[in-house]
Structure formats: C-alpha cells, structure tokens
C-alpha cells in the first residue's frame, strides 16, 4: 500500500512537471541495444544471487549451522522487508530467522551489525577507487563518501575482541566472535555483488541509448546511491532518491529524467528478481517437507 501511494505521489509530480519533464524524453535519443540490455540484466541477476554471501559466512562464523540452501531463502525473504519504511524489518527477518535456528539473541543481532559493517566497508573499498578513476566530473563530496566508505575497513579487525570483552564483561562465556578472514571475504562478496551493479548500470544505460559520464561513474554510483537510499530511513527501499543519486553521477547529456527513469526500470527489474528468488529458494525448502517453507510460499 505504501509502494502503490509512493508511485501516485510521483505521478502526480511527474504530471505537473511534464512541459519540462517530456522535452528531456524526447531529445534523449533513445537507441535500444538487445545484446547490450541482457548482459546487462544477466550481471544484475549474478549480482543479487552473491548478495546473501556475506551474511551467510557472518552467521556461519557465529555458530549457525543451517544449510546454505536455507540461509539464503531467508535472506531474500528478508530481504523484500526492505521495501517498508523504517528499514529495520529486513534486520529483523533475518534475527527472526536466526534466532529459529537455534542462535541466542546477541549473536543474532551480531550478524545484522556485521553484515551493515562489511557493507560499509565495501562500499568503500568499490567507490574509492572507481570515484579516483572516473576523473574530475564527478563532485569532491563523492570522494569523502566512497573515504568514509573505506574507513569501515580499519574497524574489521578490531570487532571481534571488542566484542569479546563486551560479553566478558556481561560474564557470558564461550562467545566466538566472526573471524577477520570471515569479515573480509565477506567484505569481497560484497565488493563483487558492488562491482557488478556498477557494469550492469552502465551496460543499461548504454543499451537503451542515453549518454553516460563512463563505466567507472556507474560502478562509483551502485554503492554510493545504496548509502544514499539507506541513509533516508523512512523511504521505502530508498525508491526514488536511489534513482537519483544514481541519475546524477552518470548522466553524461542525456538528461536526469531520462536516465532517472531508466535507473527506476531496471530497479523494477531487480524486485522481480528478488521475489522469484525467493520464492524459488522456499519453494526448494518446501519441497523437502520443511515448514518454514511452507509456510513462506
């Protein structure tokens, strides 16, 4: 209900701003390119199904010992709570989820904070470099983001003591805490799954005909517009200011309408992948008689 009011709003504000709006669609010069557009999808695909990779080794490090298969039902389950407001239902999803399986609560919520912590760290770790390689178009604001990014990576390494003396000091004993090898292959993960959104946008844009300011803006605006929509709370799946961000750093003439809303599609097309995969990943659960299964489907 809040997606279809979302959608009204900025039909309503599309349809009072058309004079202005409709001339940027129709000098943008549309050129759609099939070959250009399915790699394009195929990478954006790819790059969703790793998505659950670093959330799986987190927990796996915290003592889960659900099947993979199963890890990453839950995760794209979850994951659609991204889409309400107030971005705490996917965290909540997946502590649910973990805490089903058998973890206490603490290590549970550990997971959420880890996986929110690697992909910080990977949005640096992506952005960086690629802000430094896409020149000077791009404002010097990017570059203290994709830094702030990249500081996360100094913080991995102290995590696990820190919160080793947290639960002493709570005189919980045994506690294990995720391995620095862990955080960085999941911080890895993340930087593939980054990266790929990157080329993906690119391709998308290229292959529907609009100027783009080069491959490495778009690689830069994957995880810099997905800090940007995550920093917005309240906006559901951060739809909109996404768009925009990403519209803004790789506009290369066509217009930000045009690519605004190009961005818009193939992030319609990411939900579509979303829930299939969801779907297919609880129906495989289903399938082996398990009730969370079930009763997900």
Same mark, same amino acid.
């Given at each position: 209900m809040l997606l279809v009011l979302a959608v009204a709003i900025a039909v309503r504000q599309i349809a009072l701003r058309w004079s202005e709006i409709g001339g940027s669609f129709r000098n943008a010069g549309w050129d759609p390119d099939p070959v250009r557009l399915t790699v394009s999808s195929l990478l954006l695909f790819c790059g969703l199904a790793i998505n659950p #990779?670093? $959330? &799986?080794?987190?927990? /796996?490090?915290?003592? @889960?010992? *659900?099947?993979?298969?199963?890890? @990453?039902?839950?995760?794209? @389950?979850s994951q659609l709570g991204r889409y309400i407001p107030g971005k705490i239902w996917l965290f909540a999803g997946r502590i649910g989820f973990l805490r089903s399986e058998g973890l206490s609560l603490s290590r549970a919520a550990a997971a959420s904070v880890w996986e929110v912590l690697v992909s910080f760290a990977s949005v640096g770790l992506v952005a960086l470099p690629a802000v430094l390689l896409a020149g000077g178009d791009l404002p010097a604001t990017l570059r203290t983001a994709s830094a702030a990014g990249s500081a996360a990576l100094v913080l991995l390494p102290l995590l696990s003591p820190v919160q080793r003396l947290a639960f002493r000091?709570?005189?919980?004993?045994?506690? *294990?805490? !995720? /391995?620095?090898? *862990?955080?960085? /292959?999941?911080?890895?993960?993340?930087? @593939?799954?980054?990266? &790929?959104?990157? !080329?993906?946008?690119?391709? $998308?844009?290229?292959?529907?005909?609009?100027?783009?300011? =080069?491959? $490495?803006?778009? !690689?830069?605006? #994957? +995880?810099?517009? $997905?800090? #940007?929509g995550y920093i917005v709370v309240f906006v559901p799946g951060g739809i909109g200011v996404r768009e925009a961000a990403t519209a803004a750093m790789c506009d290369g003439g066509s217009g930000i309408a +045009?690519? &605004?809303?190009?961005?818009? =599609?193939?992030?319609?097309? &990411?939900? !579509?992948f979303e829930v299939v995969t969801a779907l297919v990943a609880f129906g495989r659960e289903a399938s082996k008689g398990d009730p969370i299964g079930r009763k997900a489907l």
């Amino acid at each position: 209900m809040l997606l279809v009011l979302a959608v009204a709003i900025a039909v309503r504000q599309i349809a009072l701003r058309w004079s202005e709006i409709g001339g940027s669609f129709r000098n943008a010069g549309w050129d759609p390119d099939p070959v250009r557009l399915t790699v394009s999808s195929l990478l954006l695909f790819c790059g969703l199904a790793i998505n659950p #990779a670093g $959330w &799986m080794l987190i927990s /796996r490090d915290l003592g @889960a010992s *659900t099947r993979c298969s199963r890890l @990453a039902g839950a995760w794209f @389950a979850s994951q659609l709570g991204r889409y309400i407001p107030g971005k705490i239902w996917l965290f909540a999803g997946r502590i649910g989820f973990l805490r089903s399986e058998g973890l206490s609560l603490s290590r549970a919520a550990a997971a959420s904070v880890w996986e929110v912590l690697v992909s910080f760290a990977s949005v640096g770790l992506v952005a960086l470099p690629a802000v430094l390689l896409a020149g000077g178009d791009l404002p010097a604001t990017l570059r203290t983001a994709s830094a702030a990014g990249s500081a996360a990576l100094v913080l991995l390494p102290l995590l696990s003591p820190v919160q080793r003396l947290a639960f002493r000091l709570k005189g919980v004993e045994g506690f *294990t805490g !995720v /391995r620095l090898s *862990t955080s960085l /292959r999941a911080v890895g993960a993340y930087s @593939a799954a980054w990266t &790929m959104r990157g !080329v993906s946008i690119w391709l $998308w844009l290229e292959g529907l005909g609009l100027s783009t300011r =080069g491959l $490495w803006s778009a !690689v830069a605006a #994957a +995880p810099l517009s $997905w800090l #940007a929509g995550y920093i917005v709370v309240f906006v559901p799946g951060g739809i909109g200011v996404r768009e925009a961000a990403t519209a803004a750093m790789c506009d290369g003439g066509s217009g930000i309408a +045009p690519v &605004m809303a190009a961005v818009f =599609g193939q992030t319609l097309l &990411m939900a !579509v992948f979303e829930v299939v995969t969801a779907l297919v990943a609880f129906g495989r659960e289903a399938s082996k008689g398990d009730p969370i299964g079930r009763k997900a489907l």
